[in-house]
């Protein structure tokens, strides 16, 4: 789907305020109300908007305890890759998970109310025999940045191909 200025602005307004009203995405789009409406279902429907989200402080919530954590696994089978990926995708403390290339196969984030907790889901993990070869374990010490939103400006000009990134 090819996307002009006025469908980036849109993007950029949405997902900076996801309960943003049509007027004033409207205003923002530098479009009338019905025809800025139209673009904005039309986004949704090719599914380059696929949802709105609250963003949530966890740390206001309770004390949580975020981990970055390597994966390598010992053999590289189209299998072996869909059951590991079938069952991190089942598990809620999870919250992101990236088939990188290089050294490792993974990088996942991990939320958890505390390092024991982390360790105990490691070790299901391991007694699961997904075929974990190797991991590493990064505490988040601090977090300097971290952004929900993309930079759609820096994508102008630059929908001719489809990507899921």
Known sequence: MKLDAIDLRILDA???????????????????????????????KAGVITGYHARIAPRRIAPVASVMMEVTLANHRQADFE??????????????????GGG???ILKIMTADIDCYQRLVDGLLDRELGIDRYFTYI??????????????????SGDEESDS
């Not at 809620?92 to 990236?98: G, I, Y």
């Open 140 to 157: 988040v010490t601090k977090t300097v940045k971290e952004e929900t939103v993309v930079p759609v400006a820096c994508f102008a000009g």
């Open 83 to 100: 059951r590991f990926e079938r069952t991190i995708a089942a598990i809620p403390e999870v919250v992101a998970c990236w088939s990188v």
């Open 14 to 44: 949405v997902q900076r305020d996801g309960r943003i009203t049509k007027l004033a995405l409207a205003e923002k789009a530098g479009l009338s109300p019905t025809p800025c409406w139209m673009r904005l279902r039309k986004l949704e």
């Open 104 to 106: 490792v196969d993974y």
